[in-house]
């Protein structure tokens, strides 16, 4: 045997275990046939093993329930998808809030959990105007956070529509609340306040299809806030009557939007207020919450002003100057309506 080839076999493994072996019995040859070696797996074996361990997997989890005892009751019924003031139909705000809700989802989970790291931490300055709480949400009944503000805001100017601009913050974004669980929204009064039953099993059956729920954010943007506004109109077109509840939302919206100085979006906010006022003093009895008749006429009044509406403001402000009894029981807002229509009166007079 050459050297060379000699060299080549002692390089080989099985050759060497079998030398091995040979001299491990006393220079006898192996009796024991060696086991074959397995061939090594294809790609397309290993991906076949992947498929049926998957096809078992999906086999587990699409394995059907068991039938219930009774059968499905049948989808919630569709609201009512009526016009709203301003144009929009109820189903068009809908389809907005619920695509709204869908692109921010995720974005706002990461937020509360920064928000909530940072108040954690201690480091939050939303601590200084704003505490957490737990209240019950009217609807679901589930104990919800929601964010209040505390009383101690430096105010700096008020508008004439009563806007009171705050320094270093704006209490306006936090207004209306929201359950984390089932997605409902009002202001604080309403949030509160017990729900009838009906109205109650209304919302109920109209959320389960709505999907609006939100995680819970300490610290809101300016768009999610006008989001919320939103939620909580909606809400009030599907089960409350009242367009002064609707109007003092839109109002607030009209407030963010001028913190902001988005003088375009103001504006249409304003105009549904002014509408939706306008309806509430032809149509509703008054005292509306804690809101008089009186105080429902200077801001209609004023978001007339602002308007640049001047016969409309002419005609809510006269009735407040013209009535002498409220230079004693509202001076304050007596003198303003007053001020105003004077304004109103001199330039007209130079126009």
């Not at 805001?153 to 609340?177: G, Q, S």
């Not at 309403?190 to 109650?200: A, C, I, V």
């Not at 768009?223 to 009557?241: K, R, V």
Request: aromatic share 8%; with cysteine.
């Amino acid at each position: 045997m050459q050297k060379e080839e000699l060299l080549r076999l002692l390089q080989d493994p099985d050759v060497c275990r079998e030398i091995f072996l040979i001299m491990k019995n006393g220079g006898k040859p192996n009796v024991q046939a060696a086991a074959p070696k397995a061939a090594p797996s294809s790609d397309a074996e290993k991906l076949a093993s992947i498929k049926n361990k998957l096809k078992k997997i999906n086999a587990i989890e699409d394995r059907p329930a068991p039938a219930a005892a009774a059968p499905t009751p049948p989808p919630a019924a569709k609201p009512n998808l009526t016009v709203a003031p301003g144009g929009a139909s109820f189903g068009d705000k809908l389809a907005l809030l619920r695509n709204q809700v869908d692109k921010t989802n995720a974005e706002r989970a990461a937020q509360a959990k920064a928000a909530e790291e940072k108040r954690a931490s201690g480091a939050g300055a939303m601590e200084k105007y704003t505490f957490v709480l737990e209240r019950p949400c009217p609807v679901c009944g589930h104990n919800t956070r929601v964010v209040k503000c505390k009383s101690r805001m430096i105010a700096e100017t008020t508008d004439l529509d009563l806007c009171i601009h705050y320094k270093d913050f704006n209490p306006y974004l936090y207004r209306v609340w929201a359950c984390e669980h089932c997605g409902f929204a009002a202001d604080e009064q309403k949030f509160l306040r017990r729900m009838p039953e009906k109205t109650q099993e209304k919302l109920m059956q109209f959320m389960q299809t709505a999907d609006l729920a939100l995680p819970f954010v300490e610290e809101r943007t300016s768009e999610q806030a006008i989001q919320y506004i939103e939620m909580a109109i909606l809400f009030n077109e599907l089960s409350d009557p009242s367009p002064n509840r609707r109007a003092n939302l839109y109002l607030i919206m009209a407030w963010i939007y001028r913190y902001d100085g988005n003088a375009e979006k103001e504006r249409e906010a304003l105009d549904k207020a002014a509408e939706l006022f306008d309806l509430s003093l032809d149509t509703e009895n008054y005292p509306v919450d804690k809101m008089s008749d009186t105080m429902a006429t200077y801001l209609t009044g004023a978001i007339h002003v602002l308007r640049k509406d001047y016969d409309k403001a002419t005609k809510h402000l006269s009735r407040i100057i013209s009535n002498q009894a409220l230079r004693t029981s509202a001076p304050k807002l007596f003198e303003m309506a007053r001020d105003m229509w004077q304004e109103i009166k001199d330039a007209k007079a130079k126009g």
